[in-house]
């Protein structure tokens, strides 16, 4: 799939959940993976025509994990005019060496949030674009359901109070092997992680339940996808928020 087309599903997302607005400042959260940079080169594309005219620029937060340079991605945007921060911290430290987490990734996640939140008001930015797609919505929603009990899933777009910030997913009507394919035929730079706790969550055993499943019912998530927005699930009405 090629730039063009590919921002087209971005656009229709951002415009059928009301995303982007006049005056809007867009940070991008870059942790360097394929699903945060299909996401940057694709607002970085649509910013050149949407009529919203939203500004643009990246974020990532080094959280501390050796071996991770993000040199290939700052050279990617200073080429294309796109304004990069990378905030180093301690949060690699502070989850696995002091408080020593035995589920770490709820309170990494916690803390990368904040950091980022600290970093767009500093910078004026209004909204995070996060590079959440349609396979992670059909899995978040599973896992809520086979975990908890209950029906729900993250918002397409949620204002977060606390931090005064909207969090905006314009990806979610991409699916992850088309993104990973965009970005191989993109070119895209990519730096990959060194957490240990990569592949190893109930996210995982999410995805193998799906893989298993669709096996017999190919257009499982297509399904469930469908009835999320059909029923609709708090967020998802297309017109919303």
């Known amino acids: 799939m ?13 415009d059928d959940y009301r995303m982007l607005v006049s005056g809007d400042r867009v940070a991008v959260g870059v942790s360097g993976g394929k699903d945060s940079m299909a996401l940057l080169a694709a607002l970085r594309h649509l910013a050149r025509y949407h009529p919203s005219r939203f500004e643009l620029e990246a974020i990532t937060i080094d959280m501390g994990f050796p071996g ?15 304004p990069y921060t990378i905030i180093k911290t301690d949060i690699r430290e ?6 020593r987490e035995e589920n770490p990734c709820s309170l990494c996640s916690k803390m990368r949030r904040g950091a980022l939140n600290d970093a767009m008001r500093e910078r004026g930015c209004n909204k995070l674009a996060l590079g959440h797609h349609f396979d992670d919505a ?6 809520n359901l086979l975990f908890t009990g209950q029906m729900g899933c993250f918002k397409p777009a949620t204002y977060m109070s606390r931090a005064g910030v909207w969090q905006i997913r314009p990806l979610l009507y991409l699916g992850e092997g088309t ?8 070119g895209l730079p990519l730096v990959p992680t060194t ?3 990569d592949k190893e969550s109930k996210r995982e055993e999410i995805k193998l339940l799906i893989k298993r499943l669709q096996a017999d019912y190919p ?4 399904k469930v996808f469908g009835a999320m ?6 967020g998802w009405g297309k017109g919303a928020p």
């Open 219 to 222: 257009d499982l998530k297509d």
């Open 138 to 143: 059909v899995e978040t929603f599973l896992m």
């Open 179 to 186: 993104i990973a394919s965009f970005v191989r035929e993109e």
């Open 94 to 99: 502070i989850v696995f060496d002091v408080r």
């Open 229 to 234: 927005q059909r029923l609709p699930l708090d």
């Open 195 to 197: 957490c240990p706790e």
């Open 2 to 14: 090629d730039l063009n087309r590919f921002t087209g599903f971005v656009r229709r997302c951002a």
């Open 68 to 82: 991770m340079d993000f040199t290939p991605v700052r050279e990617w945007c200073a080429a294309r005019g796109v």
